[in-house]
């Protein structure tokens, strides 16, 4: 798979969907003050995303970094223990979200689980968020999909219409998840369904990553 580190508050580095006139490239509109998060045990923070929003909240269970106890070399076990403590210093107060379209099959969803789980486990707040969008949205993603893979697919075109289906098709979840961020948050967001979020993730002051799994 492929990053790309699109910046953001803490630093520089532009953004080449910014710069480049593509399927993905759109401005990222103000939707208002973003709602408040409430500070939870463990000095966590706490969203209100609720089952009815524009971005799914996918639970994810603690998993504890000592069951590599038994399976790592000593040396392996304490440089894992050590850097989950370091993470534990530097993402104090803030979140890591990953936003990808589905909570269920798939690689990037299989993936998800486990490894959120480690890192809940070692003690950082990490979330899942997943896409709601209609099927036209997935039919000109999976397009993308294709041509990433040099196949024709079903055939179809990949132009402003297409464009546009997809900028409208994203724009309730650009609204959810601003709501959401905060700045010096992370967000992980995964293959073409997510591009067109980096803008938004952007404009709250968070750092977005935007990974491609396939190609």
């Not at 099959?105 to 490894?115: F, I, S, T, Y």
Request: aromatic share 6%; hydrophobic share 40%; charged share 20%.
């Amino acid at each position: 798979s492929r990053s790309t580190n699109t910046g953001g508050a803490e630093g520089g580095g532009g953004d080449p969907l910014d710069r480049r006139p593509c399927l993905f490239h759109t401005a990222a509109p103000s939707y208002g003050a973003p709602r408040a998060r409430q500070q939870g045990h463990h000095g966590t923070v706490q969203d209100s995303a609720s089952a009815g929003s524009d971005l799914l909240n996918v639970p994810v269970a603690e998993r504890s970094l000592d069951g590599f106890a038994d399976i790592a070399e000593p040396a392996q076990y304490q440089a894992l223990q050590a850097a989950g403590a370091t993470a534990r210093d530097r993402f104090s107060g803030r979140v890591i979200w990953n936003v990808n379209s589905t909570a269920t099959g798939g690689g990037v969803a299989e993936m998800l689980r486990p490894l959120l789980g480690y890192v809940r486990g070692a003690g950082v707040d990490a979330r899942w968020r997943v896409l709601r969008a209609d099927p036209g949205f997935f039919r000109v993603t999976k397009r993308i999909h294709n041509h990433l893979h040099g196949a024709a697919g079903d055939g179809g075109d990949l132009g402003l219409a297409e464009r546009d289906a997809y900028v409208a098709s994203l724009e309730p979840g650009v609204r959810a998840l601003q709501s959401l961020l905060r700045p010096d948050d992370l967000v992980f967001l995964h293959d073409p369904q997510t591009a067109g979020l980096v803008g938004a993730v952007r404009s709250t002051g968070a750092r977005a990553i935007w990974r491609c799994h396939i190609g």
